[in-house]
Structures are given as C-alpha cells and as structure tokens.
C-alpha cells in the first residue's frame, strides 16, 4: 500500500500484527498493548518495529522505548476524537520522538494540515485516491499564529 | 462633520499575514462545500468542517454565526453586514450574548460568498461554532471604563490569534470560551466561562492575570474556579496551553453533556486539576514568551483616538438635559461614563418593545455606520446583552445622536431594566426549542408598557431561554425564565437572583414551571412584590437575597 511520508508517496514496509498473529519478519507493527506484553522479543526483533496507539492510549507508557521504536501509528477511531493530536505534540515536544508519526483509520483529509503542525508526518489514506487529496490538503494555508512542531 | 476616510477605529488592523489567513480559511471553505455537494464528504464530517466556519442547519434554515472579535466592529465592517443581510439574507441579522452576530436565512451554496465578503473587510466566521476554541469575549467598555486596570482588548487579540487555527485544539471534547476582562466591575460574565482571564496589580502592584477555570452555562450552570490569583503577562499562552492540553487529553468524550471542562474541573477536584495544569505548564512555559515588544506592539492598535481635549467645556448638553425630559431619560439610562471628561459611552437599544431582541435591519445598520463616523471614531461594539454602544460619544453630539437613534427606533431609553431582556431565538428559529422566547418577550413588553414603571423597578436582568442549552443565560438572570416541554405544550421554569456579575450566581427555581399563557403574569407578579416589598434603594437582586424566594413563591402560585 502507498502511503504519505514527508511529502511524499512512498510504499508502505510495514506489515500490521493483530495481538495473536505470531510474529512475522520484516518491519511490523502491533497494539500498545502487545508492545508492553512482547516488549522483549520485540525489541529484539531484526527489523523495524512500530506501535499503534488509540485516542486513549498513554503515550508516557512508551517513554522509555522510544528511541528504539521506528513508527508510531496514531489510530483514529473517529475523526473528532482530538486526543491524537496532543499525543503527537506530546511524542514531539516533550519526549523528542525522533521517529515516524503516521496518522491512520478514520481521519478527515481536512484535518492534515493540523496534524502535519503538531508532528504528524506520515499518513496512511482511507482509500488510493486520498493521496493526491492530503498532498494538497497540507498546504492548505501558507500562514498560521502558532508555531509548529516538527 | 468630520471627514469619514481621515481616522481610523482603534481597533486591531490586519496585516498581510491576517489577511491571508481568512481568505485561504474562505477558499479552503469554499473547495470542502464543493466536496459535500459532490458528495466526496458525508454528512457527519461535512458537519464538522460548517460548524467550525459558524454555520448550523435548524429549523427554516441554515444560520450562518459571525466572529465579532471581542464586540468590536469598524462602520466599514457594519456596512458589509447591512450588505450581507440584503444580498443574502432578508434583511436583517440578530446579535447574539456573545458579542457575535448571526444571519438565520443563508443559503448553503452561498456560504462561500460571505465568508469572501467578510475577509474583504477583515472578518470570518472561523471556530463560531463546533467543539473548538470560540471567539474571546470581554468588556464592552473596554479602554473607555473609568474602573479599568488595564485595557483587556490586547490580551483579547493575543488569545483570538493564538485561538485561531490552533492544530492541537480544534477538536475538543466540546466547546471552549474565552472572557477577559481588565475591570473590576466584572462586565464579560468571566466567572461563566471555560476560562476567565481578569486583569489583576499584585501586591507589588505588577499588572497580571487572575486565571479562572470551569465556569459555564448551558444544561449544568457552573461558576468558575481561580486557578492560579496571579500570573505574569508573559506566561499568558503557555497557561492557556497548559490548561487546553490537559482539557483535550483529559476531558470526558462519552457523554457531550458530561463533556466541558467545568465537569473535568469537578469531577478532578480543583486542587487536582490545578497540580496537573501547573505541571504541564511548567514544562513548557521557558520559551514561550510573550515578549514586551509583541504586547506593545499589539497595544499600539487600541491606542487612544484623537479625543477633544475642550469636549467638557461644551455647555449644549446641559441645556439639551434641562429642556427635554426624554432624552435626558435617554441619557440616564443608556449612556455610560467614559474616563475622559466630556465624552460618554451611548448605547444603542436592540430592545424596542416591538422588535425581537438583539434584531437589527439593514436600515438600521447603515445608519448606525453612519452614525459610527459621523460622531465617532467610527467604531461600534456589541454588547453581551445583545444592545450596541458607541463607546467615544462626545457629550457634545449626544442630542443629535440621540434625534438620529430616535427615528431608527434605536432610543429605548431601557439599557440594564427589565425589558432590556436577553432572549434567544427559541422555536421561532430554534430546531432544539421546547418554547417560544422572542413572542413571551414582547409580550412581558406590553405588559411594562409604563416606561416610569419600569424606570422605578431599575436594574432587573430578564434572560429568557427556550431550552436546556440556555443561550441566553437564563440561569444567571436576576429573573431567569426557561421553556421545558410538558407533553408537547409550552411551559416555562422561572428562577430568581442568578447573576454573571462579580456576585456571580446561578438563579433558584421558583417552583413548579408555569403555563404559557400566565408566564408573563408570573413575571408582573415577581415585580409587583419586588416593588411593594423593597427597602429604601434596594436593588430586585438585593431584595431577593435578603428574603429569598418565598415571598414571590407565594405570590405568584397564591392561585393555584
Ligand atoms: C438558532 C439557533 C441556535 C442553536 C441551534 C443553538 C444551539 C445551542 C446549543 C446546542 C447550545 C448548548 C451547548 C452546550 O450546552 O454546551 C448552545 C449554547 C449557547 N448558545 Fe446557542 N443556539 C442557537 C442560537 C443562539 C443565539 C441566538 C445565541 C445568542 C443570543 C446563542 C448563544 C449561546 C450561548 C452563549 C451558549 C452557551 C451557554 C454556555 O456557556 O454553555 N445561541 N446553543
Ligand atoms: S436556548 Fe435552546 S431554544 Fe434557545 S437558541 Fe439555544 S438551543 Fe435554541
């Protein structure tokens, strides 16, 4: 699957693991709460490793393990449940997260440019077409009254 | 008369950068109506996206919810309103008690077309609704109070800039308010908001702020908390962010009735709350700044106007006082003092007795533009009790100004009595109403048709919701009348002794709610008792809070 990273479409390495799918080489993701059950073998694991986060998840939980996870997936059950976006500030601005912030499921494509100001920089569409609507949608104002967090 | 284009309102001007921001907000509107229209939104999200540019579908209509910055509008802007409610609506629009404005008949597809007006003269209707940060309030006699500390209109610039757009705020458990005010007679009812900002000295006579939180209206009326007695200037957004984050993080999301602050901050704990926001704001407050040179340069726009240094030497408005009864009637009741001698602030009643409250035609609203400039510095505020004010009015202009207000039917000498009542538009607009408001109000009107009458009952504060949401405040009216269903007839619960003033209270219920046909009796009777039972100079308020509710219980069920 295509996805936005940076700006830019890009194909999408990461291979999504429900919490009892057995552990699968190459880059994967998994629940927060898998993360905290597997933690050890996953931190062993030889390639890249995401965690998916909900609107209610915690992100001090990860605060430990940050520098060691590659892709953090802000998971959006409904588009105004705007807990997300303090969370990537969060990620961002106060643990430094140095890593891929992708935002994915239920998101508007009007949100993106909100999203790419508080750290966001990777989307996973809804559908193909989304792609070339987010690359638009992100430049969607050329001023703003508040810095961004990158 | 002096020349209209030779001075300008001091108000806050756009620069480039404010500019362009409403027109890509106006373009970007425009492509997500498209998009619904097409189809490629659904419902649901195309309902985020219009609430957030102030646009609500209810009953007849969609109603369209301007932006007025702290209450403050230019002629120039007021015209374009007269404009947009000839062109686009049927002639007339409705002030609102937040100091903003609404046109009840848009049409959706032409959404797009008012908004571009508005940018044309540095308006928009950006987050006037949905669960965002909402337009900043504050005094209505801001910079012209003679009780100032300081004037809270920068403070209210800062906060609207940094409100705007905010990326990490705009999707809020629900809907968030900002009132600041710089006096100490509390105007901007900030004990009733999600957050009050109060300008404060401090024992070493710095000024600052005093942070209140969780105060609100609504379903479950709360009066705020202080947070923190004193905050240095600097610190101003970094608190404001603090408070927002833990909010957004924080604040419930499975019932919206459960969803403001105001239920955070009680079902935290205000000493809980206030640990977890002083954290978070600890964290973050070095380097976010507001620097001295960014406060000054946003006071520069609300510098003072060119004021007439010989306006008290005028000797006409005695004159005008002692000849003609009505308008010093006029003068008594709807001009203000003004902290520079021989000017005053006038108000403009958008409560004459035949007309729905806060209601203004197209008619009335060039002509006020025109008055703006003709006797002003050409500038208007709103008021949160839904009048007008011309808040640098020369003693010397006020008969004339009050000969034009005249034959506008914009002189009800009736500012802060009982028919200067707030009113919502209930079911004549409302989709969400259980009860008329705007007909109760015309007819408890007609029954105080004695304007003497009225004059003697003095300061009574009528707030008349037609639901739960109270729109119009009724919880914190001295009377508050509220509709409630009862089986589909239109019944309405009144209270008594609420106020949003520094003695902010939410009113007590009467008893049992009452019919509709003898509401407007019950409110005679209230007044009747007040009059008979007052002691020397006591205030309806006072009064109730000295005998409580009983006497007016007995009265006003003696029938029943
Ligand atoms: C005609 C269409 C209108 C609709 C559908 C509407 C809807 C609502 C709703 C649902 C609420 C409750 C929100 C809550 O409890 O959190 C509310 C609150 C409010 N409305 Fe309206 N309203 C309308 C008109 C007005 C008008 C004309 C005014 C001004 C006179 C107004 C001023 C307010 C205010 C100040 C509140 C907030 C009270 C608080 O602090 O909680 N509304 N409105
Ligand atoms: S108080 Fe109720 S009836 Fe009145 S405008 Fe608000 S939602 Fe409508």
Not at chain 1, 14 to 35: E, K, M, Q, Y
Not at chain 1, 52 to 68: I, P
Not at chain 2, 58 to 78: D, E, K, N
Not at chain 2, 104 to 121: F, G, Q
Request: hydrophobic fraction near 40%; proline fraction near 4%; charged fraction near 25%.
């Amino acid at each position: 699957m295509q996805i936005i990273k940076d700006k830019a479409i890009i194909d999408d390495t990461f291979t999504p693991l429900a919490d009892d799918a057995p552990l699968a080489s190459g880059d994967i993701s998994v629940s927060l709460a898998r993360w905290k059950n597997d933690r050890e073998t996953l931190l062993a694991h030889a390639d890249k490793v995401g965690v998916r986060l909900q609107a209610g998840d915690s992100v001090s939980d990860l605060a430990d393990d940050l520098k060691r996870i590659d892709l953090i997936e802000l998971n959006f059950a409904e588009f105004a449940d705007g807990r997300l976006f303090s969370q990537a500030w969060l990620l961002r601005g106060r643990y430094h997260y140095q890593g891929e912030i992708r935002a994915a499921g239920h998101y508007l494509t009007d949100q993106t440019f909100y999203l790419s100001r508080v750290g966001v920089n990777a989307f996973q569409p809804a559908k193909p077409d989304h792609l070339n609507t987010i690359l638009a949608n992100l430049s969607d104002f050329s001023v703003k009254y508040q810095p961004s967090i990158q | 008369m002096r020349l209209t284009s030779n001075y300008k309102p001091s108000m806050y001007q756009y620069n480039e950068q404010d500019q362009t921001l409403v027109e890509e907000r106006a373009a970007q509107y425009r492509r997500q109506t498209e998009d619904f229209l097409k189809g490629e939104l659904s419902e649901d999200q195309f309902r985020a996206l219009r609430l957030r540019n102030g646009l609500y579908i209810q009953t007849h209509a969609p109603m369209l919810r301007i932006a007025v910055p702290y209450g403050l509008l230019s002629s120039r802007q007021l015209r374009k309103l007269a404009h947009i409610a000839r062109e686009y609506d049927k002639g007339y629009c409705h002030f609102t008690t937040r100091q903003n404005v609404q046109f009840n008949w848009p049409e959706l597809e032409r959404v797009p077309d008012i908004l571009d007006e508005l940018a044309s003269v540095q308006m928009h209707s950006i987050q006037t609704s949905g669960n965002c940060m909402r337009n900043t309030t504050s005094d209505h006699l801001a910079g012209v109070a003679a009780d100032e500390i300081e004037d809270p209109r920068p403070y209210c610039e800062i906060i609207r800039q940094w409100t705007t757009l905010h990326p990490e705020f705009d999707y809020l458990p629900r809907k968030f308010k900002i009132a600041v005010s710089g006096a100490r007679h509390d105007r901007a009812a900030t004990q009733l908001h999600d957050i009050g900002v109060h300008l404060v000295k401090n024992e070493a006579g710095e000024t600052g702020f005093r942070i209140l939180v969780g105060g609100g209206l609504g379903r479950t009326p709360i009066i705020g908390q202080v947070i923190r007695p004193f905050l240095e200037k600097k610190h101003l957004l970094s608190y404001l962010e603090a408070i927002l984050r833990i909010y957004n993080l924080f604040g419930r999301r499975d019932n919206k009735y459960k969803a403001r602050i105001k239920i955070l901050v009680k079902e935290t704990g205000l000493e809980k709350f206030t640990e977890m926001v002083e954290a978070e704001w600890r964290q973050i407050k070095n380097g976010m700044e507001l620097s001295d040179e960014r406060i000054a340069a946003i006071k520069a726009h609300f510098a003072p106007p060119a004021y007439d240094q010989d306006a008290a030497h005028d000797q006409s408005l005695s004159a005008h006082l002692a000849a003609d009864p009505a308008f010093a009637t006029w003068y008594k009741y709807n001009t203000a003092e003004h902290r520079v001698p021989g000017y005053r602030a006038a108000f403009i009643s958008l409560k004459a007795p035949d007309s729905p409250p806060g209601d203004m035609t197209d008619m009335q609203l060039d002509a006020v533009a025109d008055l703006a400039d003709r006797y002003t510095f050409g500038e208007i505020r709103s008021t949160h009790r839904q009048n007008l004010i011309l808040a640098d009015a020369k003693q010397a202009d006020l008969f004339p100004l009050w000969q034009a207000l005249c034959t506008l039917k914009l002189a009800t000498p009736n500012i802060g009595t009982v028919t200067d009542i707030i009113c919502c538009p209930g079911l004549d607009f409302c989709s969400l109403a259980n009860a008329g408001s705007i007909g109760v109000a015309k007819e408890i009107n007609e029954a105080l048709d004695d304007m003497d009458y009225v004059h003697d009952i003095g300061d009574v504060k009528i707030n008349m919701s037609g639901c739960m949401n109270g729109c119009a405040h009724q919880s914190v009216g001295h009377i508050g009348i509220l509709g409630v269903d009862k089986k589909g007839a239109e019944w309405y619960q009144i209270t008594l002794g609420g106020s949003s003033e520094n003695e902010a209270a939410i009113g007590e219920r009467l008893g049992p709610a009452v019919a509709r046909d003898e509401v407007t009796q019950a409110i005679t009777t209230i007044l009747e008792v007040y009059v008979n039972q007052r002691q020397q100079e006591e205030s309806f308020l006072d009064m109730v809070k000295r005998v409580g509710i009983t006497p007016f219980k007995e009265r006003v069920y003696a029938d029943h």
